[in-house]
């Protein structure tokens, strides 16, 4: 089994030779978003034992590089503000400075395509791209030297696949020309958060097309539990049928013809790496960053773990497992997991995807679910319209991390009971009252008799519910609320936030 220590070999080897000089963490530049209210956390490499003096204001630390030159500097904690300032570092006669920072909330955008998506792309990025360019936010966008496209990789391409030099990027300014490029449901969510809080907002946006779940949690975690550690314990991942088929194949591609020619991947034990590789996200990505403190993840994921029943079984275990490994690497126990429920789309395992991602945020505290079951599309996974998505997932965040006491979420389902008058849906997290996106009597739901026969049910709005009329089975023991790959469906709360999809017994 890979340890931990094998698997960091690769990111501590950075440590300077006799001659290094003073470098900081490449995460740490200019215009970046320091966490507001948590200790400012500095590191970097410099000669072994050298003395290193960080200077912010009029606070001065004092460290001295370990032996193999790694140091860390913690400043106190600041209030958020929109004032930039800066902060020196100083050891054997070199100096680097990193300036015009702000201090805020700073949220991780993470996941595969449709949080990379950019906002050149979206349906409303002309106007978002055009109007004026919110001063408080500030974007990280990591660059990944690969396009998981269905292409063969050139050899330098390959050569890239090194997770300790994996991720390249740096903290700009919001502007047109830095913005189209950014994740479209990370800027609509961090310009919604501008507007209410009025303080700036970091966004790291560190997705990456295609990634399943697995390559974003750690060797370690995976290896912790019996339902994942076979992720981790063949030597040829690329060979490893319980990892998904799609992802397997498509890595495959885009390593062929370096595999055909000899060339030396970088790999370990596992293989080769490629950004589909369990725990080659969690390296590449979250681990570089994870001396620095974060308010929350923003979550859109699961397309490429959805793509059969086995692969969405093993989600069940894969995604806490996730949020735990997560909070575990940034050392914030409650750390805020906000995550977009996947939409309509003609594949046939997304209604038990989605019913499964129902219950991680009912289950797993401090954990919220965008729902986006009405912006979805029939044949394109990459739907274009995020506003929605990041709107909601902002809501979900002045409710989970900012204590607002609006309903987080539209309407999800809490009960289902026989009654006189036919089988009463008790819903909550309810805006106001229950409604319908087109004003019409609400459609989507079906009653499950005890013998798995399927029956379409008329439904009519209550106080805070939906009665289910005239049934037409004499033993029913389920309802389902837009349980087709493409529902036909129109519940919503009065604000128009759309019922989550689902799936429950009934009561007797």
């Avoid at 965040?397 to 389902?413: F, K, L, R």
Wanted: proline fraction near 8%.
């Amino acid at each position: 089994m890979l340890t931990l220590g094998a698997w960091l070999a690769p990111l501590l080897s950075f440590a300077p030779s006799a001659s290094a000089q003073l470098t900081l963490a490449s995460y740490l530049t200019d215009h970046m978003v320091i966490q507001r209210e948590q200790p400012i956390s500095l590191w970097g490499s410099a000669l072994p034992h050298a003395q290193v003096t960080v200077q912010c204001g009029k606070e001065r630390r004092l460290t001295s590089a370990s032996n193999n030159g790694f140091w860390q500097v913690a400043l106190s904690s600041r209030p958020a503000t929109c004032q930039s300032f800066a902060i020196t570092i100083e050891s054997g006669g070199k100096k680097i400075s990193i300036d015009d920072l702000l201090v805020g909330d700073v949220w991780i955008c993470a996941g595969q395509s449709n949080m990379e998506f950019p906002l050149s792309r979206d349906q409303d990025g002309p106007e978002a791209l055009t109007g004026s360019a919110p001063m408080g936010i500030r974007v990280f966008q990591a660059r990944y030297p690969t396009q998981n496209a269905g292409l063969k990789w050139s050899p330098r391409t390959v050569s890239s696949l090194a997770a300790d030099s994996f991720m390249q990027g740096k903290w700009t300014r919001c502007s047109p020309e830095a913005l189209g490029s950014l994740s479209a449901v990370g800027y609509y969510f961090g310009h919604a958060l501008w507007e209410q809080l009025e303080i700036p907002i970091g966004l790291v946006d560190l997705a990456a097309g295609g990634t399943p779940t697995e390559a974003w949690i750690s060797p370690d975690a995976l290896a912790s539990q019996p339902q994942t550690s076979e992720l981790i314990q063949r030597r040829d991942w690329l060979k490893n049928p319980l990892l998904g088929e799609w992802c397997r194949q498509r890595a495959a591609l885009n390593l062929e013809n370096a595999l055909a020619a000899g060339l030396d991947i970088p790999g370990d034990q596992l293989g080769c790496n490629h950004p589909f590789k369990p725990g080659f996200m969690w390296r590449a990505a979250l681990h570089p960053i994870r001396n620095s403190a974060v308010r929350g993840i923003l979550w859109y994921q699961g397309e490429s773990n959805a793509e059969s029943p086995s692969r969405v079984d093993q989600h069940a275990s894969l995604f806490p497992l996730l949020v735990q490994d997560t909070r575990n690497t940034f050392g914030q126990a409650h750390l805020p997991f906000l995550f977009v429920q996947l939409p309509a789309m003609g594949r046939p395992h997304w209604p038990e995807f989605r019913e499964q991602q129902r219950g991680f945020s009912q289950q797993i505290p401090h954990v919220g679910m965008a729902v986006t079951i009405d912006v979805g599309h029939p044949t394109d996974v990459h739907p274009r319209r995020k506003r929605p998505v990041g709107i909601r997932l902002a809501r979900l965040a002045m409710h989970v991390s900012y204590g607002q006491s609006q309903a987080p979420t539209g309407p999800i389902i809490k009960r289902a009971s026989m009654q006189s008058g036919g089988i009463e849906l008790e819903f909550e997290n309810i805006q106001s009252k229950l409604s319908t996106s087109d004003q019409k009597p609400p459609r989507g739901f079906e009653i499950i008799a005890c013998d798995g026969a399927v029956y379409a049910a008329e439904a009519q709005l209550m106080e805070g519910a939906v009665l289910l009329i005239g049934a037409p089975t004499q033993d029913p023991c389920e309802v389902r609320y837009a349980w087709k790959p493409v529902p036909d469906c129109n519940l919503t709360d009065s604000q128009g936030l759309p019922a989550s999809p689902f799936r429950i017994p009934i009561e007797r």
